[in-house]
């Protein structure tokens, strides 16, 4: 009987709780959406405290987390690291470092924006650093299987910061975004780095990241391209991941020769992807007929993103637009927007005062049920968002306070992983686990 009994207890718990891994760059799926259940999302509870935090160099990419390995990629002084951490305690598994020349432009200076990507069958790393260091590297030891140098193989691209649009991982197949005049596009073999198949487009490299979707119940993939060229010039493509062949491109670029294609498409129902940026065009959702081609469903000028990713679910397309902390949801279906959310009366307690929210460019996942909020500036949202209806700020803190934190939140095995960029520049690791 007591056999019985223990077999149904921990039969019922694995059903209330499920893990999963953050493979890549907006989690399992690439759409900001985690499987994880029956988690702790209190974070104004007393023991919502870092389990463990390991500095970090510059450099925007967000970590991935396979099993119990943690990984991203910065920069030291005039160095590249890869990095990989036991995701238990934070303890350093392995590195890897190699020298880059660090340029800067409009005042930014380049650093790593491009997350890292894992192979949780073959336990394979993949990371592409800023000047196009290409490298393959077991999870394991760190050990180099393959590297290349992407501009010296394809070309250089016209990029405004360096490299940042994330690889995929598809199959057998690691797909770059390259963006010079002699490839658009190139599929590797994932074991050894040698040429697939590659693809030209007249459009350059960005750093949006390329996205798998099915298209008319087809696996394609999406790309949002768009590089530092006069006159500008970009807009998305899609393209067949067997062969690389361009089923058509539809052009979405202001004409402002500062603007920057980061933000990455969105797929969502119907045929439809929508893709924006926020130097004059802001967004557009883009519909695809049965012959793969492409037209303009509708605009919005509201949800205009600089680099962050919107997420769609449940017929809501939800992101921040602009760089002001302004949060809109739209209802698909009916092409309208249906909320807007400044949280300009929100306060959160911080350091014995109450800090005024601004989410500026914030990012967000959907986890659990509902969304994880991260704004720029550290604050940290547990959102209710329903369809027609206000969000409903279920949980609130700020775990640090500095600007340009823009690393989306990465969600692994019950544990939150943030960024802080600034002011003590680090990676931060939560246990939201039930105890």
Same mark, same amino acid.
């Given at each position: 009987?007591?056999?019985?009994?223990?077999?149904?207890?921990?039969?019922?718990?694995?059903?209330?709780?499920?893990?999963?891994?953050?493979?890549?760059?907006?989690?399992?799926?690439?759409?900001?959406?985690?499987?994880?259940?029956?988690?702790?999302?209190?974070?104004?509870?007393?023991?919502?405290?870092?389990?463990?935090?390991?500095?970090?160099?510059?450099?925007?990419?967000?970590?991935?987390?396979?099993?119990?390995?943690?990984?991203? *990629? !910065?920069?030291?002084?005039?160095?590249?690291?890869? &990095?990989? @951490?036991?995701?238990? /305690? +934070?303890?350093?598994? #392995? $590195?890897?470092?190699?020298?880059?020349?660090?340029?800067?432009?409009?005042?930014?200076?380049?650093?790593?924006?491009?997350?890292?990507?894992?192979?949780?069958?073959?336990?394979?790393?993949?990371?592409?650093?800023?000047?196009?260091?290409?490298?393959?590297?077991?999870?394991?030891?760190?050990?180099?299987?393959?590297?290349?140098?992407?501009?010296?193989?394809?070309?250089?691209?016209?990029?405004?910061?360096?490299?940042?649009?994330?690889?995929?991982?598809?199959?057998?197949?690691?797909? *770059? !975004?390259?963006?010079?005049?002699?490839?658009?596009? &190139?599929? @590797?073999?994932?074991? /050894? +780095?040698?040429?697939? #198949? $590659?693809?030209?487009?007249?459009?350059?490299?960005?750093?949006?990241?390329?996205?798998?979707?099915?298209?008319?119940?087809?696996?394609?993939?999406?790309?949002?391209?768009?590089?530092?060229?006069?006159?500008?010039?970009?807009?998305?493509?899609?393209?067949?991941?067997?062969?690389?062949?361009?089923?058509?491109?539809?052009?979405?670029?202001?004409?402002?020769?500062?603007?920057?294609?980061?933000?990455?498409?969105?797929?969502?129902?119907?045929?439809?992807?929508?893709?924006?940026?926020?130097?004059?065009?802001?967004?557009?959702?883009?519909?695809?007929?049965?012959?793969?081609?492409?037209?303009?469903?509708?605009?919005?000028?509201?949800?205009?993103?600089?680099?962050?990713?919107?997420?769609?679910?449940?017929?809501?397309?939800?992101?921040?637009?602009?760089?002001?902390?302004?949060?809109?949801?739209?209802?698909?279906?009916?092409?309208?927007?249906?909320?807007?959310?400044?949280?300009?009366?929100?306060?959160?307690?911080?350091?014995?005062?109450?800090?005024?929210?601004?989410?500026?460019?914030?990012?967000?996942?959907?986890?659990?049920?509902?969304?994880?909020?991260?704004?720029?500036?550290?604050?940290?949202?547990?959102?209710?968002?329903?369809?027609?209806?206000?969000?409903?700020?279920?949980?609130?803190?700020?775990?640090?306070?500095?600007?340009?934190?823009?690393?989306?939140?990465?969600?692994?095995?019950?544990?939150?992983?943030?960024?802080?960029?600034?002011?003590?520049?680090?990676?931060?690791?939560?246990?939201?686990?039930?105890?």
């Amino acid at each position: 009987m007591t056999r019985v009994f223990l077999l149904l207890f921990f039969s019922c718990i694995s059903s209330a709780i499920q893990a999963d891994d953050w493979p890549h760059f907006l989690g399992p799926n690439h759409n900001g959406h985690s499987a994880e259940t029956g988690l702790d999302w209190d974070f104004e509870r007393e023991d919502f405290k870092p389990v463990w935090t390991y500095g970090k160099g510059k450099g925007h990419a967000g970590p991935v987390v396979v099993d119990d390995h943690v990984v991203f *990629i !910065h920069q030291k002084d005039k160095n590249e690291e890869i &990095v990989c @951490l036991k995701a238990e /305690n +934070g303890s350093k598994i #392995w $590195k890897h470092s190699y020298g880059v020349e660090v340029g800067q432009n409009f005042g930014i200076v380049d650093a790593p924006r491009s997350s890292p990507v894992i192979d949780p069958d073959t336990k394979t790393v993949y990371t592409l650093g800023n000047d196009g260091d290409l490298l393959a590297l077991e999870l394991e030891s760190g050990k180099v299987l393959w590297q290349l140098k992407v501009g010296e193989k394809f070309g250089d691209a016209p990029t405004f910061f360096g490299i940042g649009s994330c690889p995929l991982l598809l199959g057998d197949l690691l797909i *770059i !975004h390259v963006g010079s005049d002699d490839t658009f596009a &190139v599929a @590797l073999n994932k074991t /050894n +780095g040698e040429v697939v #198949w $590659k693809n030209q487009h007249e459009w350059h490299g960005s750093y949006a990241s390329p996205i798998p979707g099915k298209i008319n119940g087809e696996d394609r993939i999406l790309i949002y391209a768009g590089g530092k060229t006069k006159p500008p010039a970009g807009g998305l493509v899609c393209l067949n991941p067997k062969d690389g062949k361009i089923d058509s491109s539809f052009p979405w670029r202001t004409s402002n020769p500062t603007s920057v294609v980061a933000s990455s498409p969105v797929v969502c129902d119907n045929n439809q992807v929508f893709i924006s940026e926020d130097y004059g065009k802001s967004g557009v959702m883009i519909q695809f007929d049965s012959n793969f081609k492409q037209r303009l469903a509708w605009t919005t000028e509201h949800l205009g993103c600089q680099f962050q990713t919107p997420i769609f679910h449940d017929g809501m397309l939800t992101g921040f637009g602009g760089t002001g902390g302004l949060m809109v949801s739209y209802d698909t279906q009916f092409e309208r927007l249906h909320m807007d959310e400044t949280f300009i009366k929100l306060t959160i307690p911080y350091n014995d005062r109450e800090l005024a929210v601004n989410m500026g460019r914030g990012s967000l996942i959907w986890a659990d049920g509902d969304y994880v909020v991260l704004g720029e500036n550290g604050t940290l949202l547990r959102l209710a968002i329903a369809l027609r209806q206000k969000p409903v700020v279920l949980s609130k803190a700020v775990p640090f306070y500095a600007p340009e934190t823009w690393a989306p939140p990465v969600l692994s095995n019950g544990r939150l992983y943030l960024v802080q960029n600034e002011m003590g520049s680090k990676v931060i690791c939560y246990d939201v686990r039930k105890k």
